[in-house]
């Protein structure tokens, strides 16, 4: 069995960097949930990363967007000084992220049953290629099985992207699963791909009428019991 993993809210918990900044400089402002400003800001992040690799935003200007949309939304207009405070504390944060003992107790049993373990990222490089290091991800996975769209040049939802992932290894589609908590990035690019799929959906995301996700989770223990299940 393959397991190919997302990093950005998969194997940590993204939204953390985020809140707190949120409840620093804005929560006396709005009654906004924080939750939901947290997804709208993914939503606007993936449209700016594609407007980015289009050549339509200059690189400096993405993070301002992306907050400056989100809470446009909720009735808050956010200065460039005010987005620069905003990126200052929420990079800040970011150095301070760690995976939690449950994915590291999950890691571990994918090392002792065999499993080939892998991360495939969206994003630039220096900045994902922190994350790993602040996470301590060199314990389970070095260099030559991380990548990250921004190095490989191919961008999930693009198919291309995963079989860039599967050409590196030889590894079979069939025996390969892709775990990710996107659904339009990571189910259907992965799905596309002709992988096997398993939403990584514990923000209890609305579900498509038409799921393409093999499999659903919502906790890594569901995530782990699916995998016992697979390997038997």
């Given at each position: 069995?393959?397991?190919?993993?997302?990093?950005?809210?998969?194997?940590y918990n993204l939204m953390g960097p985020f809140e707190l900044v949120h409840k620093k400089l804005y929560a006396d402002k709005t009654d906004a949930d924080c939750t939901q400003l947290f997804m709208q800001s993914r939503v606007y992040s993936d449209e700016i990363m594609e407007a980015?690799?289009?050549?339509?935003?200059?690189?400096?200007?993405c993070f301002y967007e992306r907050v400056k949309r989100t809470y446009h939304d909720v009735g808050i207009e956010m200065s460039r000084e005010d987005a620069d405070i905003f990126e200052q504390l929420y990079r800040s944060f970011q150095k301070k992220i760690t995976l939690g003992n449950r994915v590291e107790g999950f890691l571990d049993y994918c090392k002792?049953?065999?499993?080939?373990?892998?991360?495939?990222?969206?994003?630039?490089?220096?900045?994902?290629?922190?994350?790993?290091?602040?996470?301590?991800?060199?314990?389970?996975?070095?260099?030559?099985?991380?990548?990250?769209?921004?190095?490989?040049?191919?961008?999930?939802?693009?198919?291309?992207?995963?079989?860039?992932?599967?050409?590196?290894?030889?590894?079979?589609?069939?025996?390969?699963?892709?775990?990710?908590?996107?659904y339009e990035a990571d189910v259907v690019g992965a799905n596309t791909a002709g992988w096997h799929t398993i939403w990584f959906n514990h923000r209890n995301r609305e579900c498509p009428?038409?799921?393409?996700?093999?499999?659903?989770?919502?906790?890594?223990?569901?995530?782990?019991?699916?995998?016992?299940?697979?390997?038997?």
């Open positions: 069995m393959n397991l190919i993993f997302d990093l950005d809210d998969t194997l980015e690799k289009k050549g339509l935003i200059p690189h400096e200007d002792s049953n065999d499993i080939f373990i892998a991360i495939l990222t969206n994003g630039r490089p220096e900045p994902q290629y922190a994350k790993v290091v602040a996470l301590g991800l060199h314990k389970w996975f070095d260099d030559e099985h991380i990548f990250i769209s921004g190095g490989i040049g191919y961008q999930k939802p693009d198919p291309q992207a995963f079989k860039y992932v599967e050409n590196a290894f030889a590894l079979n589609p069939e025996e390969t699963w892709y775990v990710g908590d996107t009428e038409k799921n393409r996700a093999d499999i659903t989770v919502k906790s890594i223990e569901e995530l782990k019991e699916v995998i016992r299940g697979q390997i038997g």
